[in-house]
T-cell receptor, first 116, second 109 residues
Framework: DTAVSQTPKYLVTQMGNDKSIKCEQN?????MYWYKQDSKKFLKIMFS???????INETVPNRFSPKSPDKAHLNLHINSLELGDSAVYFC???????????????FGPGTRLLVL | GQNIDQPTEMTATEGAIVQINCTYQ??????LFWYQQHAGEAPTFLSY??LDGLEEKGRFSSFLSRSKGYSYLLLKELQMKDSASYLC??????????WGAGTKLIIKP
């Protein structure tokens, strides 16, 4: 009964490959997120998404794209992987209440991506 | 620009008290969160402050002063398992979370 789950936990791949990371939440939340955490442990938002709005961090390369088949899933697809993409990628989710509050985010276990 | 500042690393002794400070400059303010992250694991929610003052939750307390753009997380009766990174995050005017780089807390016996 894991709240937010991600697969795979580890991903080792070659430069130039295309890969996907899957995320699922069973909390009934409306909003999901993707974060990148680099070697310096800085947590950087990449995307936030609900059924109404996709918000993209403008610094994210367009090689990264979120794909949401339904409200409980937000997958991350990465094209043409580069060495600098090596990091830990966290999925998170939160309630999407009326504007006027920032809701607590619940994180998945992370996917450790290593690009060789 | 938006900025969250926390000390990079702190060391404390088991059984003692430690205070981790966070100062922020954001476009608007919609709450401040503290998260704990153990090495190799996901961040987990610790506390939320939206009004000035102290919020106490067991051994952990969090304080907020909106006029000063300042918060602290207070950990009492430190245990070895409290060794982790502590992340400060602020909701901005767009209701997005802006994250600090985290403070690595090392607990020594």
């Amino acid at each position: 009964d894991t709240a937010v789950s991600q697969t795979p936990k580890y991903l080792v791949t070659q430069m130039g490959n295309d890969k996907s990371i899957k995320c699922e939440q069973n909390l009934g939340h409306d909003t999901m997120y993707w974060y990148k955490q680099d070697s310096k442990k800085f947590l950087k938002i990449m995307f936030s998404y609900n059924n109404k709005e996709l918000i993209i961090n403008e610094t994210v390369p367009n090689r990264f794209s979120p794909k949401s088949p339904d409200k409980a899933h937000l997958n991350l697809h990465i094209n043409s992987l580069e060495l600098g993409d090596s990091a830990v990628y966290f999925c998170a989710s939160s309630q999407d209440r009326e504007r006027g509050s920032v809701e607590t985010q619940y994180f998945g276990p992370g996917t450790r991506l290593l690009v060789l | 620009g938006q900025n969250i500042d926390q000390p990079t690393e702190m060391t404390a002794t088991e059984g003692a008290i430690v205070q981790i400070n966070c100062t922020y400059q954001t476009s608007g303010f919609n709450g401040l969160f503290w998260y704990q992250q153990h090495a190799g694991e996901a961040p987990t929610f610790l506390s939320y402050n939206v009004l000035d003052g102290l919020e106490e939750k067991g051994r952990f307390s969090s304080f907020l002063s909106r006029s000063k753009g300042y918060s602290y997380l207070l950990l009492k009766e430190l245990q070895m398992k409290d060794s982790a990174s502590y992340l400060c995050a602020v909701g901005d005017s767009n209701y997005q979370l802006i994250w600090g780089a985290g403070t690595k807390l090392i607990i020594k016996p």
